[in-house]
């Protein structure tokens, strides 16, 4: 039976959100504010201080009365300075009516004093003495609050910084740190078993490089990720996946999914209720198998993929990736463009054909390698998937080409 492409991308994210919803039942992990911090929240993380945590200065310039600058316009207005207020300071003394403070970007802005003008916009155009004692003279008004960055803006103690389901990204590290979070709630990661299987592997005939690289895809998503090889023993494969299935949450196979008389992974699954092994209208990655495990107490979704190399790594651009990154609070997608071809292309009518590509300095798109989905080493030169329409046969160089970022 056959399937589009996009029929599989959304059965597949279909089961591995349902896999994320239940994980997510799971107790939080506390775990520490860190850069390397990953995941998504499972409670609110509550500030514990204003930020900005007083009010400070926008710009470099001069903190003065917003009033004292009313009749500016027609006539300059010329104050006196008082000593210079820096970043890092901690208590300003109170600004008198009728003076201004020399400040700089970030400090605290002196009690009294409502507004700040940039420095550039005064003359002479410079600070004067550090200890004050200068003149400055002001050509306008200025509205009462400009250039003051109020206390608590940002958010106040009390406050949740982040929600619960917030992805714990860089910029999150980074705003719970400076709202004084230590610790945080979050949402338990999924767990992936990746099960390569044949004999080939377990015997050394053929490294286990797909277990490798779907694990590297897992640790750089955030994911708990285990590699297991497996022979090509039904008895065997079941007995790896009741013992996974306990403290797993998605299982991924690879290989064993064609129409050999060795195909483990269709022999042990595809016959159970709800499992689907067909042909999915892309190649590489064709062959494609989707079902469940249970061992009576838990029941875990298992995406099964070719074990063709390329195969596997376009299987998990196409189906796996956003939805795993999804549920590990990354970003999802990938970027992605059209392009022109720097050559010609065929391509097997009624499948999207998955070719690996370039992007050239000059902005067009050039293959890397073969299609072969055997050609590993080619997939890693290239940083680009490049997409070929069903009912495309073939495309001269100068044709536009979708394109997808994948390093
Ligand atoms: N008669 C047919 N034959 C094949 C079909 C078909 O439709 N009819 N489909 C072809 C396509 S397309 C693919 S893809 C493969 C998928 O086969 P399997 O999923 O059963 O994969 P295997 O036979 O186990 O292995 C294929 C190939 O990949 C190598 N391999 C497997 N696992 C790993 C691993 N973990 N690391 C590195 N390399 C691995 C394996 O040695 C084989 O060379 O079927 C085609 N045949
Ligand atoms: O689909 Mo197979 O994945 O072409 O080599």
């Known amino acids: 039976m056959g399937r589009s492409v996009d029929e599989h991308v959304h059965q ?19 775990c520490r504010v860190v850069p390397g911090l990953t995941g998504r929240l499972a409670a609110p993380a509550v500030s514990t201080l204003d ?7 926008q710009m470099d310039g001069f ?12 006539l300059p207005v010329t104050l006196p300075t008082v000593a210079h207020v820096v970043a890092g300071d901690t208590a300003p ?42 003149l400055v003279e002001f050509s306008g008004p200025v509205a009462s609050g400009t250039f003051v960055r109020p206390r608590g803006a940002d958010v106040r103690t009390g406050e949740a910084v982040l929600e ?28 992936v078993a990746i099960v390569a299987t044949g004999a080939e592997l377990v015997s050394g005939a053929v490294p286990d490089s797909n277990s490798r690289a779907l694990l590297a895809h897992a640790h750089e998503l955030g994911l708990a990720a285990t590699a297991h090889v497996v022979e090509d023993d039904p008895a065997a494969l079941e007995d790896l996946l009741n013992r996974l299935v306990t403290d797993h949450d998605v299982i991924l196979t690879t290989g064993g999914v064609s129409a050999g008389t060795r195909e483990v992974v269709r022999q042990v699954l595809e016959g159970r209720p709800g499992a689907w092994f067909g042909h999915v209208a892309v190649q590489p990655g064709g062959p494609q198998g989707l079902a469940r495990w249970s061992d009576g107490a838990r029941e875990v979704p298992v995406v099964c993929l070719p074990g063709n190399p390329v195969s596997v790594l376009v299987s998990f651009e196409l189906f796996l990736r956003s939805p795993l990154a999804q549920a590990a609070g990354r ?33 067009r798109v050039s293959l890397v390698g073969e299609a072969g989905s055997h050609l590993a080493v080619s997939y890693a030169r290239a940083d680009l998937l490049v997409f070929v329409p069903e009912s495309v046969t073939a495309r001269e160089a100068g044709d536009t080409v979708e394109w997808w970022r994948i390093a």
Do not use: C, K
Not at 176 to 184: C, D, K, P
């Open 12 to 30: 597949v994210a279909a089961v591995i959100r349902g896999a994320a919803q239940r994980r997510a039942q799971d107790p939080p992990l506390e």
């Open 51 to 57: 930020v900005p945590g007083f009010d400070n200065s």
């Open 63 to 74: 903190a003065v009365y917003a009033a004292d600058l009313d009749r500016a316009g027609d």
């Open 93 to 134: 003394p109170r600004l008198d009516p009728g003076t201004a403070a020399p400040i700089m970007t970030g400090a605290p802005v002196p009690p009294g004093a409502d507004a700040v003008v940039p420095v550039e916009r005064t003359r002479p155009g410079d600070f004067g003495p550090v200890a004050g004692g200068g």
């Open 164 to 191: 619960p389901g917030a992805p714990l990204h860089a910029a999150a590290v980074g705003a719970l740190t400076v709202a004084g979070v230590t610790t945080v709630e979050v949402v338990p990661p999924l767990r």
């Open 331 to 363: 970003v999802a997608w990938r970027p992605s463009g059209t392009a022109v071809l720097t050559e010609p292309l065929t391509s097997p009518a009624g499948r999207v054909q998955v070719r690996r590509g370039r992007m050239e300095p000059d902005g």
